[in-house]
C-alpha cells in the first residue's frame, strides 16, 4: 500500500530522497560530504538516470556568512575612520583600532573551545558588539590627550619627558579606568536575561549573547591592562590640541548653546523629556509583535492543508498539478512534491499531508520590482484547487516551529475536550470566524470525525460451525486482503519478497470482500459472510491527544499584519461568535506560543537584571541617587528605539527585544561616562564642595567643564556604535536581518 509520492517539476513521479542531519552535527560539513558522495555515484548510474539537487541549505549558509563576513570588515573600517576623524592623530587611533582584531581573535578562540560554529548568530554578536570593544579605548585616549594638552599649556615651551608623559598617561588612565571597567561590565551583564531564554529562540540568540559578552568582557579588560600600555608607546610627539578638529569645533558650537538653555529652563527641560516617553504610546500601539522577523531563506515551502481520506491516485494528480502551476511563475527554478511519508521510521506524514520545495531563480534573474512578498502573492493566486488552503513558508523556519509546536503554521488554534463530535464541531466554527479576520490568508481545521471504515466482526458461533476459530478467521482476512509474505526471490545480489492476496476485483468493495471463498479446516467451501459481518462504519478521521485530552487543530496563515493582532483579533472574534461547551478548551499555538514563552521569561529576568546593574552602579559611584540617575536615563533611550522602530516598519519581537536589552546596556554606558566627566569636573572646583563657598557661577562652569569640553569622547562612543551597525542595517544580502 502506498504511503508515499514524490515529483518533480510538474512533470511525473520520480524516487526521491531525504538527508537528516544528525543533531549537533556541522551542517555546511554534512552538505559537503554528500555533495562529494552523490558526484562519485553519478557515473555508476544508469543511462537516463540523473541525481538532482531540490534543496540545498549550504546556498542560504554561504551566502548569509560570506555577507556577515564582509560586512564586519566594513564596520571595522568605518569605525577606524570614525576614530582618526575624531582624534586627529593616526597613531592614537590606532590604539583604539588595534582593539578590534584582538577583541575578533579572542573571540574566535574561545568560540573554537566552546564548540560554536562560526554562524550567523555567532557573528552577529561580534557584529553588534565593534562598537562597544572601542569605547573604553577611546575615552582613554581622549583623556590622555586631554591631560597632555593640559600640561603643555601649564608648560610653554617646555619639552616633555619620556618619564613625565608615562605619569601623566598613568594618571590619565586611573582617572577614567574604573568607570570605564564598570560601563563595559554592565553592557556584559545586560545580556543575562538572553542566557535565560529557552527553546528555539535560546539557541538562536545564545550564541550571539556569548559572542558579544566575550568581546565586551575582553574589551573591559583590555580597557584596563593593554590600552594604557599601547598609549604609553604610540600617543607621541605633537597632540593636536581639540580645537584645532574642525568636527570638535562644529560638535561645541551645537553643544554649548543647547545645554545653556537646559540649564535655563530645568523644569521645561524634564517635562519636555517626561513627555517624550508618553509619545511612545502611540507608535507602540501601532507597531504590532511577532515572534521573529521574517527571514528570506532563498527558498520556500508549500504545506497546504487538506482534508484526510484522500487516496494515493488522487494524491499524485493533486501533487502534479500543484507542482505545474507553481513551475508557471517565471522566478521559480525548480519544484519538488513529496506527499505522504519516505520509507523510514523517522518520517510519520499521512498520504495527506504536502510538501513541495521550491527552489528559486538568483535574485539577479527574477523581474523588475519582484520580492518575496510579490512572489508568494503571485503563487498564492497561481494555486487555487478546491480542498487545499495554502501555505507559503520558508523551508528551515518551518522545520524549527514544527519541531517546537507541532504546528506547521505560523498561527495555530488547539481545540480540545472529551467528546469528539463537540470538538469537531467547536473546531469547525472557529474555521469559519478565523477567515473573516483581516490579515488571515487561509484557515483549515482537522476533521476529527467523518471517517470511514470496513468493520468486518466475526461471528465465533457461525465459524465454530464450520471447524474455524476467530484466529483462523482473522488470519483468512489480513492474507486475502493485506497479502501475505510466501518467500522471496533471489536476483544476483539483490532478495526481493514475494508477497500474495487476491486480486483487486476481489476486494474493491463490501459487496466483494462479503463474496471471497473460503477454504475451511474441513475442506468446505464457504464465503466470507458466512462467518463475518462486513459493513461500512463511521469514525474519526484522525486522533491527537494533547495532555491526555483529545484535540483538534485549526492551521492558520497570515501576511500584510503583524501575528500579535491577528491573534488578538482572532480571540475577541472567536470569543464573541463561538459558544464553547463545557469541558472544551482552546488556546493558541504556533509562534504565538513561543513569543508568550519569550516575553514570560523576559518579564521575569529583566528587572533581575537591572537590580544587578543598579548594585554595580552603586558600588562604583557609592550614591544611591547617582545610580538611580543612570538607571533612569535607561527609558529615555528606549523611546528613540521604539520610533525607529515604526519608521522602518519593524514589529516588537524576541530580536527586537535583545536589541532594546543591547540599547539599555548602552545607554548606561553613555550615562556612567557623562557622570564621571561631571564629578571630575565638580571635584576639580573645591568651593563646590562647601556650602558657604557654593556658586550658582561655579557650577555653571563646572558643568561646562564636564559637558561641553568632553562633548568630544561622548560623542565618539555613540558616534562609533552607530557607525558600526550602518553597513549591517544597509546590507541587502541575506544574513542582514
Known amino acids: 500500500m502506498r504511503r508515499g509520492i514524490a515529483e518533480l517539476n510538474g512533470e511525473g513521479e520520480v524516487a526521491g530522497g531525504v538527508v537528516i542531519l544528525r543533531s549537533g552535527k556541522n551542517a555546511r560539513e554534512v552538505i559537503s560530504a554528500v555533495k562529494e558522495k552523490l558526484a562519485s555515484l553519478q557515473s555508476s548510474l544508469p543511462e537516463g ?42 597613531r592614537s587611533a590606532l590604539v583604539a583600532i588595534i582593539s578590534l582584531p584582538l577583541g575578533l581573535c579572542f573571540a574566535f578562540i574561545m568560540m573554537h573551545f566552546q564548540g560554536l560554529n562560526a554562524n550567523i548568530m555567532s557573528l552577529g554578536g561580534i557584529a553588534i558588539a565593534v562598537g562597544a570593544m572601542v569605547d573604553a579605548a577611546i575615552v582613554m585616549i581622549e583623556n590622555a590627550h586631554k591631560r597632555l594638552e593640559e600640561w603643555e599649556h601649564q608648560h610653554p615651551g617646555e619639552k616633555l619627558s619620556n618619564d613625565t608623559r608615562w605619569k601623566i598617561i ?35 540568540f545564545g550564541p550571539l549573547a556569548f559572542t558579544k559578552n566575550l568581546v565586551d568582557g575582553r574589551a573591559a579588560l583590555l580597557a584596563i591592562v593593554a590600552i594604557p600600555i599601547l598609549m604609553g608607546f604610540w600617543i607621541r610627539g605633537r597632540i593636536p590640541a581639540e580645537s584645532s578638529n574642525p568636527l570638535n569645533r562644529f560638535l561645541i558650537r551645537i553643544y554649548h548653546p543647547l545645554l545653556l ?12 523629556a517626561l513627555l517624550s516617553i508618553l ?4 507608535p507602540l500601539n501601532r507597531v504590532g509583535g511577532e515572534f521573529l522577523p521574517q527571514i528570506n531563506e532563498g527558498d520556500l515551502l508549500y504545506m497546504p492543508s487538506t482534508l484526510p481520506g484522500i487516496s494515493a491516485a488522487q494524491a499524485a494528480d493533486m501533487l502534479q498539478k500543484t507542482d505545474k502551476l507553481i513551475m508557471t511563475v517565471p522566478e521559480v527554478a525548480r519544484v519538488f512534491g513529496k ?8 518520517d510519520s506524514a499521512p498520504l495527506e499531508m504536502v510538501e513541495t520545495t521550491i527552489q528559486l531563480k538568483p535574485q539577479d534573474q527574477w523581474r523588475p520590482g519582484m520580492t518575496m512578498e510579490k512572489i508568494v502573492e503571485e503563487l498564492d493566486k497561481t494555486v487555487r484547487l478546491p480542498g487545499l488552503a495554502n501555505l507559503w513558508v520558508p523551508p528551515i523556519r518551518n522545520r524549527i516551529d514544527m519541531l517546537s509546536t507541532g504546528i506547521k503554521s505560523p498561527i495555530g488554534i488547539k481545540v480540545s475536550g472529551t467528546n469528539l463530535a463537540d470538538i469537531d464541531a467547536i473546531a469547525g466554527q472557529i474555521e469559519v470566524v478565523a477567515r473573516t479576520v483581516p490579515g488571515v490568508t487561509s484557515a483549515l481545521a482537522e476533521r476529527l470525525v467523518g471517517g470511514r471504515y470496513l468493520n468486518i466482526d466475526i461471528h465465533r458461533e457461525k465459524a465454530a460451525r464450520y471447524g474455524m476459530t476467530v484466529g483462523d478467521v482473522q488470519l483468512f482476512v489480513s492474507s486475502a486482503i493485506g497479502g501475505a509474505m510466501v518467500g522471496e526471490t533471489v536476483e544476483g545480489v539483490e532478495r526481493y519478497p514475494i508477497n500474495i492476496r487476491y486480486p483487486q476485483s476481489y476486494r474493491d468493495s463490501p459487496q466483494t470482500l462479503r463474496q471471497l471463498p473460503i477454504l475451511t479446516p474441513l475442506k468446505q467451501q464457504i464465503v466470507l459472510s458466512d462467518v463475518a459481518e462486513v459493513k461500512v462504519v463511521s469514525g474519526p478521521s484522525m486522533l491527537k491527544t494533547e495532555n491526555a485530552r483529545p484535540t483538534s487543530w485549526i492551521y492558520i496563515d497570515a501576511r500584510d499584519r503583524d501575528m500579535v493582532s491577528v491573534v488578538h483579533d482572532l480571540q475577541q472574534a472567536i470569543g464573541k461568535a463561538v459558544k464553547l461547551k463545557p469541558g472544551i478548551s482552546v488556546s493558541y499555538s504556533g509562534q504565538f506560543e513561543l513569543l508568550e514563552r519569550a516575553n514570560q521569561k523576559l518579564k521575569l529576568m529583566v528587572p533581575m537584571t537591572l537590580m544587578i546593574i543598579f548594585v554595580l552602579l552603586y558600588l562604583a559611584f557609592r550614591r544611591v541617587g547617582e545610580a538611580l540617575l543612570i538607571i533612569a ?25 535583545t536589541g532594546f536589552i543591547a540599547l539599555a546596556g548602552v545607554a548606561a554606558e553613555f550615562g556612567v561616562v557623562m557622570l564621571m566627566y561631571l564629578r571630575h569636573a565638580i571635584e576639580a572646583e573645591p568651593s563646590l564642595e562647601n556650602p558657604r563657598t557654593f556658586s550658582v557661577n561655579k557650577l555653571d562652569e563646572a558643568l561646562y567643564q564636564g ?16 557607525a558600526g551597525l550602518l553597513p549591517i542595517l544597509w546590507a541587502p544580502a541575506p544574513g542582514r536581518r
Open 339 to 346: 506527499t505522504g511519508k519516505a520509507e523510514t521510521a523517522t
Open 49 to 90: 538516470v540523473e541525481v538532482v539537487t531540490t534543496y540545498d541549505r549550504s546556498q542560504l549558509i554561504d551566502r548569509a556568512i560570506d555577507n556577515l563576513s564582509y560586512k564586519l570588515l566594513e564596520e571595522f573600517i568605518v569605525v577606524a575612520l570614525v576614530c582618526a576623524l575624531f582624534l586627529w592623530h593616526v
Open 279 to 282: 509619545t511612545v504610546a502611540w
Open 261 to 272: 538653555k537646559v540649564l535655563h529652563w530645568p523644569k521645561t527641560t524634564l517635562l519636555i
Open 170 to 204: 598613568t594618571e590619565a588612565s586611573v582617572e577614567v579606568g574604573p568607570a570605564l571597567f564598570i560601563s563595559l561590565l554592565i553592557i556584559t551583564l545586560s545580556f543575562i536575561p538572553i542566557f535565560t531564554l529557552e527553546g528555539q529562540e535560546g539557541k538562536l
Open 633 to 657: 536615563s535607561v527609558p529615555f533611550a528606549l523611546v528613540g528605539g521604539i520610533w525607529f522602530l515604526y519608521w522602518m516598519g519593524f514589529h516588537l519581537s524576541v530580536a527586537t527585544g
Open 707 to 722: 559637558a561641553v569640553l568632553r562633548v568630544r569622547p561622548k560623542a565618539m562612543t555613540v558616534a562609533v556604535i552607530i
